[in-house]
């Protein structure tokens, strides 16, 4: 009947976003890049790019709002820290700021040019198997040190982590890989790097998403080829899993590193690069 074919229809419109919503809160905080994960799958499924530009950023505000939910008691010690101006409170404020900095002003300048690169499945798989490299000579070079917390870090380290992190803006290089090992570098524990990628996150996708939605009218208006409905329902299930990952992602690294994410970057990457060039 068409009432069970326009349902049936209608979950296969919704089954897409959700399907790439949980690829989101599996990678976002991983350091294989999450973006490029949604970009070559799309590529592999033979959807249109610039169709899913604006949901590949927007559902990853899924991804975020599982950070603020996972740390949210840190997050509300430091808010009251704050308001009673705290040196701890003001110091894990002043990082997240500085680091967020270059990344808002470079992403503003050069955005167009970002733009063209998120519809390159070759930049993404290349960008994999570079990254994953770096990775693995970072491991061997770089000793774990001491986690000591996110308000320790110096105001260098901080715009230093920054600047690394706006090389996540090539699609494929994973902004959580990027401050991760650019922390690492820089003498930051595991831990504490791998957290301080998560609170800088919050600032960064945020800002990110809302300069995607203000900047396509047809999306505020309703009349965008992926609607609000496949956005929510790819940020739910963005969300939902992210929460799983984060907390295990961190008790991981602490013990094991990155190496194995290394290999896995290098291993997808090659894959795609065979795929992509073999067409």
């Not at 799309?42 to 559902?59: K, R, T």
């Not at 505000?61 to 820290?81: H, K, S, T």
């Not at 990082?95 to 992403?107: C, D, H, K, R």
């Not at 504490?192 to 939605?213: D, R």
Request: with cysteine.
């Amino acid at each position: 009947s068409a009432p069970r074919l326009v349902m049936g229809a209608r979950m296969n419109d919704l089954l897409t976003p959700a399907l790439l919503g949980i690829l989101e809160g599996l990678t976002e905080f991983l350091p294989i890049s999450s973006t490029g994960h949604l970009i070559l799958a799309q590529s592999i499924f033979g959807y249109d790019p610039g169709e899913w530009a604006q949901f590949n950023i927007v559902i990853q505000l899924g991804a975020i709002m599982a950070v603020v939910v996972a740390y949210r008691q840190l997050f509300w010690m430091m808010g009251v820290g704050l308001l009673r101006r705290e040196t701890r409170a003001l110091l894990f404020v002043r990082n997240i700021l500085l680091a967020f900095l270059p990344a808002a002003v470079i992403g503003l300048l050069a955005k167009d040019a970002i733009d063209v690169m998120l519809g390159s499945p070759l930049v993404v798989a290349s960008a994999l198997v570079i990254g994953g490299i770096a990775i693995l000579v970072l491991e061997k070079v770089v000793k774990p040190k001491e986690d000591t917390g996110v308000e320790s870090l110096s105001w260098r380290m901080a715009i230093g982590v920054g600047l690394v992190q706006c090389l996540a803006m090539i699609p494929g290089t994973s902004r959580s890989g990027a401050t991760i090992m650019g922390a690492l570098a820089m003498g930051v524990g595991r831990k504490t790097a791998a957290e301080f990628s998560f609170f800088l996150a919050v600032p960064t996708m945020l800002g990110a998403a809302t300069v995607k939605i203000l900047d396509d009218p047809a999306l505020l208006a309703g009349e965008a080829a992926i609607g609000w409905d496949q956005i929510l329902v790819g940020f739910i299930a963005a969300f939902l899993v992210a929460l799983l990952v984060i907390r295990a992602f961190v008790a991981y690294v602490s013990r094991y590193g990155f190496a194995p994410f290394a290999w896995y970057r290098i291993v997808v990457g090659g894959a795609a690069l065979v795929w992509l060039l073999s067409r």
